[in-house]
């Protein structure tokens, strides 16, 4: 798991100063927790999200937001509640979801929306 800076993002994810529109730029879907360190919901969200980057190595890349250091990229993303969770396909728009989830919505979240199991 990985915490991105500004730059990070625009590389990994999405570089808005070159693109007006969603245009993704990593190789493998993604998922983006917002979270800040005082915050006891992201507590909770930050061991679910270590488990899964093990078990979707490979497949889905997991990225971490510190929305106090990254205030231009939690006002880009409008983030008024943490955590939130950017839910992004290779293809298509990003999804946002709000307040710590449980492993199985994660999981079915994943499966459904960014690596697309039948």
Same mark, same amino acid.
């Given at each position: 798991?990985?915490?991105? =800076?500004?730059?990070?993002? $625009?590389? $990994?994810?999405?570089?808005?100063?070159?693109?007006?529109? *969603? $245009? #993704?730029?990593?190789?493998?879907?993604?998922?983006?927790? #917002?979270?800040?360190? *005082?915050?006891?919901?992201?507590?909770?969200?930050?061991?679910?999200?270590?488990?899964?980057?093990?078990?979707?190595?490979? @497949?889905?890349?997991?990225? $971490?937001?510190?929305?106090?250091?990254?205030?231009?990229?939690?006002?880009? #993303?409008?983030?008024?509640?943490?955590?939130?969770?950017? #839910?992004?396909? =290779?293809?298509?728009?990003?999804?946002?979801?709000?307040?710590?989830?449980? @492993?199985?919505?994660?999981?079915?979240?994943?499966?459904?929306?960014?690596? @697309?199991?039948?």
């Amino acid at each position: 798991m990985e915490h991105l =800076t500004l730059e990070t993002f $625009k590389e $990994k994810v999405f570089n808005y100063e070159d693109n007006k529109e *969603w $245009k #993704f730029e990593g190789q493998r879907p993604a998922i983006i927790d #917002f979270y800040a360190d *005082w915050c006891g919901p992201c507590k909770m969200v930050a061991p679910i999200l270590e488990e899964l980057s093990k078990e979707y190595e490979g @497949k889905v890349d997991i990225y $971490k937001i510190n929305t106090e250091d990254q205030q231009e990229l939690s006002a880009m #993303f409008g983030i008024r509640s943490i955590p939130s969770i950017l #839910f992004i396909p =290779t293809e298509g728009q990003p999804s946002m979801a709000a307040g710590a989830l449980p @492993k199985k919505s994660f999981q079915e979240t994943i499966e459904k929306l960014l690596i @697309k199991k039948a």
